[in-house]
Nanobody
Framework: QVQLVESGGGSVQAGGSLTLSCAAS??????MGWLRQAPGKAREGVAN???????NYADSVKGRFTISKDNAKNTLYLRMNSLKPEDTAMYYC???????????????????????RGQGTQVTVSS
């Protein structure tokens, strides 16, 4: 059974930093990423990392956010620096699995299929 459990969200002032974590279990995924959904807006792709470590970012977070993973710990991270009020959203960990259906999200110049998603962790950035 696949489990994706996010942690690390919270409230921070603009310009601050947070690191989100996602503990993954169940299977080896083809790619993993972070999605976010702000109130009244559609869920969007934020960052993706492939199995070989290649990363991709939404233009809105490029240069401020860093996605990484620790394969030994089966944990995905999202380091968020220079946070802005517009980064306020529920952040979700997501994972793709070859041969399984899911939802496509655009991240930067590519599209990624995510078959699983966690429950989310709230990030609130105040001005």
């Amino acid at each position: 059974q696949v489990q994706l459990v996010e942690s690390g969200g919270g409230s921070v002032q603009a310009g601050g930093s947070l690191t989100l974590s996602c503990a993954a279990s169940g299977y080896t995924f083809s790619n993993m990423g972070w999605l976010r959904q702000a109130p009244g807006k559609a869920r969007e792709g934020v960052a993706n990392i492939d199995r070989d470590g290649k990363t991709n970012y939404a233009d809105s977070v490029k240069g401020r956010f860093t996605i990484s993973k620790d394969n030994a710990k089966n944990t995905l991270y999202l380091r968020m620096n220079s946070l802005k009020p517009e980064d306020t959203a529920m952040y979700y960990c997501a994972a793709g699995r070859t041969g399984f259906s899911g939802y496509w999200y655009t991240v930067g110049d590519s599209r990624y299929l995510y078959s699983y998603r966690g429950q989310g962790t709230q990030v609130t950035v105040s001005s």
